[in-house]
């Protein structure tokens, strides 16, 4: 039996110190891809016909590329925060999570870098 008060018992068992950054980032990426969905909707709207060809030139311009790239690039981080959450909470095992863990890194990585490739090779 030990004689330690609550406090005691508890400190130390709190965040990771890492928690609120990952909440604060979570709530920046999404209030990004506000005005840039909305934009991004505008954009189509606009356009007399959605064609493959009509976003082709409508992406040629730098401005409508970069907004495009920044836009996806966020949905593709907000995306793996919320399955990072998701696997944090919900897989036990810490070998899983581990492996889940990275998996989404790497395809977030795999994801951003397709974005900017499509885009690149768009433009030119």
């Known amino acids: 039996m030990q004689y330690r008060t609550e406090t005691k018992k508890t ?11 990952h909440w604060w980032m979570q709530r920046l990426s999404a209030v990004l891809m506000l ?24 992406l040629h311009n730098p401005i409508q590329a970069l907004l495009m790239a920044l836009w996806a690039i966020t949905i593709v981080y907000h995306g793996a ?30 994801m951003v870098l397709a974005v900017i490739f499509s885009l690149i090779k768009l433009a030119s």
């Open 11 to 21: 400190k130390g068992l709190g965040t990771a110190k890492h928690g609120f950054s």
């Open 35 to 58: 005005p840039l969905g909305l934009w991004f909707i505008y954009s189509l709207m606009t356009m007399e016909t959605i064609s493959a060809d009509t976003i082709i030139m409508w």
């Open 81 to 110: 925060l919320g399955l990072q959450v998701i696997v944090e909470d919900y897989v036990h095992a810490k070998g899983k999570a581990l492996i889940l863990l990275t998996l989404i890194k790497f395809a977030m990585l795999i």
